[in-house]
């Protein structure tokens, strides 16, 4: 039997699974959207991959990553539970061991991390502004009538990018808008949207970074070949896309599951696990806490929100 490790990376637009082996093999992998349920779609997302997976596969460890990394911890029974930058930087050091500078641009938010000699030094996240994240660009291709997984080669079609401004979705869409109104071509609105979402990125997720090579950029933005090549063109340095750049976080995590196995198996049976989540205000004190309890099976197994403990 071969010990095999689950990795799922929760966000808030998708969740990705993968399952590797002792030697980071990936043996299966998959995303699917999250539509607003992460424990939802954590459970079809494991039964997916449970289907798939070799009968000579046993599961060792598991480790959950992304927004909602501690709910599905728990559901899933994870022994690891760790941030995303920590599950990107292990995810991309297991195949790029000098790597410098991770860029990752997600559906709803984008990271910068800055490593040296395989550690951390500096990183950045935006979470609070959606203009150039990948729920951004789904937007605007919408908007243009074109499909998103197009987008990257209409870009490229570009031999004169139009200027968007692209710091905030309202600016952009208004500017997209009369852009394709006075009759800008298709494909120099897109690749300039590509463009503006890379300087966007520069000036505020990576600014004050010192960005040096190896570089690589990942997330689902990084599928966006139009994007890729702004980054390339504007930083004027190689930028190294993995084709499972976008799985990076859970592959990341599903090996830190293994280097922090606990001696269990786990049997992914988890189409009939009964996971709820209750919320409550607590009245104790003047804090009015908003308290989560998550019950598996029925059974209280954890709280979240307390801010003094009490649950
Ligand atoms: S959980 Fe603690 S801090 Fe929060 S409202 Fe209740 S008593 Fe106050």
């Known amino acids: 039997m071969k010990d095999c490790y689950l990795g799922v990376d929760i966000g808030s637009i998708s969740t990705k699974g993968v399952i590797i082996d002792d030697e980071n093999n990936i043996i299966v992998s998959d995303y699917i959207w999250t539509e607003g349920s ?5 459970t079809k997302l494991v039964s997916i991959l449970k289907d798939r997976l070799p009968e000579n596969c046993v599961i060792k460890g598991i480790g959950t990553t992304g927004s909602a990394r501690k709910l599905v911890g728990l559901l899933l029974d994870a022994n690891i539970v760790k941030n995303e930058i920590t599950a990107h930087a292990v995810g ?3 195949f790029y061991p000098d790597v410098r500078t991770i ?3 997600g559906g709803q938010d984008s990271k910068i991390i800055i490593l040296e000699n395989g550690i951390i030094t500096n990183y950045a996240m935006n979470t609070l502004c959606a203009a150039g994240t990948g729920a951004f660009l789904s937007s605007q291709a919408k908007r243009l009538g074109i499909e998103i997984n197009d987008f990257g080669t209409y870009a490229l079609k570009s031999k004169n990018p139009t200027k968007i401004a692209a710091r905030c979705t309202v600016f952009a ?8 109104q006075v009759g800008y071509l298709k ?5 300039g949207l590509c463009k503006s ?7 505020n997720v990576a600014k004050g970074k010192k960005i040096k090579t190896p570089i690589i950029f990942q997330g689902g933005v990084s599928k ?3 994007v890729v090549k702004y980054f390339r063109e504007v930083l004027n340095e190689d930028v190294i896309v993995d084709e499972n750049g976008h799985l990076m976080g859970a592959i990341g995590i599903a090996v830190l599951a293994r280097k922090n196995k606990i001696g269990k198996t786990y049997s992914l049976n988890v189409k009939n696990i009964k996971f709820e989540t209750k919320a409550r205000e607590c009245l104790g004190c003047s804090n009015n806490c908003e308290l989560l309890k998550v019950y598996k099976n029925n059974e209280l197994i954890d709280s979240f929100g307390s801010k003094c403990g009490k649950f």
């Not at 869409?173 to 394709?180: C, F, G, I, P």
């Not at 494909?187 to 690749?191: G, L, N, Q, R």
């Open 224 to 226: 966006n070949k139009g």
């Open 197 to 203: 979402v890379v300087l966007n990125y520069l000036n």
């Open 103 to 105: 860029l990752e641009i």
């Open 173 to 180: 869409e208004s500017d997209l808008v009369h852009k394709a």
């Open 187 to 191: 494909e120099d609105i897109i690749a």
């Open 38 to 42: 992460p424990t939802k779609a954590a």
């Open 92 to 94: 991309t050091l297991t």
